[in-house]
């Protein structure tokens, strides 16, 4: 019992340090996001209050090297800020500039596809490599019940309600779109906001922006255990950076 003090002692004190330099704000946090996810954004000189009257359906690429679609999640105490990649998921956008209110993005993620701490996800990242070991703990961990429940909710779904030009302009000069929508994650819907810069030509889309959620509007606590000294904060960035092509026909 003697020897046990010292050691809880000591990893209070850590845990202290570590909260103490991860005391940033949701806000601050927010500029530590990796976005964009690619230094490109190709598509014509078309805006989408430049396309002529008509509906267009445009799917999403989820080829690896052409769209990057993630995840972060920062720690609160001591362990790894986490990157979590999509490699299995599939989207699609139509709308018609003429009335781009009744817009309609849809996007379904395979919970089993989610891969966690990717070597090129953390180098783009800035965060440091993790063994396969931890990977592979790490995936165990936010598959479980008390995370994403992977055995009873194998989906993330977002589906629109409208969209609306917000009058900005993107990193890449084109103009954001504020999509309105639901996003249904371990089998509880809550409205969320995605802004959207997005590039499109008659053939081709590129659309980008960053989701900001929490594990609480779903429902759930961030995983946690050592009584907190190893913690994720509460808020979830998904970062969208997608490609994608026109439906022929359509």
């Given at each position: 019992m003697q020897r046990r003090f010292p050691l809880l002692a000591t990893a209070t004190l850590l845990g202290a340090v570590s909260l103490s330099a991860?005391?940033?704000?949701?806000?601050?946090?927010r500029q530590r996001v990796t976005f964009p996810a690619r230094s490109d954004f190709p598509v014509g000189s078309l805006g989408l209050e430049t396309l002529p009257s008509g509906s267009r359906t445009f799917t999403f690429d989820p080829n690896?090297?052409?769209?990057?679609?993630?995840?972060?999640?920062?720690?609160?105490s001591l362990g790894h800020d986490h990157v979590v990649r999509a490699t299995s998921w599939w989207g699609s956008m139509r709308f018609d500039p003429a009335s781009l209110d009744v817009c309609e993005?849809?996007?379904?993620?395979?919970?089993?596809g989610l891969d966690p701490e990717r070597d090129e996800m953390r180098d783009l990242t800035g965060m440091d490599r993790v063994s396969r070991s931890d990977r592979d703990t790490i995936r165990?961990?936010?598959?479980?019940?008390?995370?994403?429940?992977?055995?009873?909710?194998e989906?993330?779904?977002f589906t629109s309600k409208a969209c609306a030009l917000t009058g900005q302009k993107g990193e890449g000069g084109y103009p954001v779109v504020e999509v309105t929508g639901d996003m249904t994650l371990r089998g509880v819907t809550h409205e969320v906001r995605l802004p959207l810069?997005?590039?499109?030509?008659e053939e081709r889309?590129?659309?980008?922006?960053?989701?900001t959620t929490r594990h609480s509007d779903f429902g759930f606590e961030p995983f946690s255990m050592v009584g907190g000294l190893f913690k994720n904060k509460d808020?979830?960035?998904?970062v969208i950076d997608v490609r994608g092509t026109r439906v022929a026909g359509k």
């Open positions: 991860c005391g940033t704000t949701p806000a601050e946090d690896l090297d052409n769209s990057h679609l993630f995840v972060q999640v920062f720690s609160a993005v849809s996007v379904t993620v395979d919970v089993e165990e961990h936010f598959r479980g019940e008390d995370q994403l429940d992977f055995e009873h909710h989906a993330i779904e810069e997005v590039a499109v030509d889309i590129a659309a980008r922006g960053v989701l808020e979830l960035y998904f």
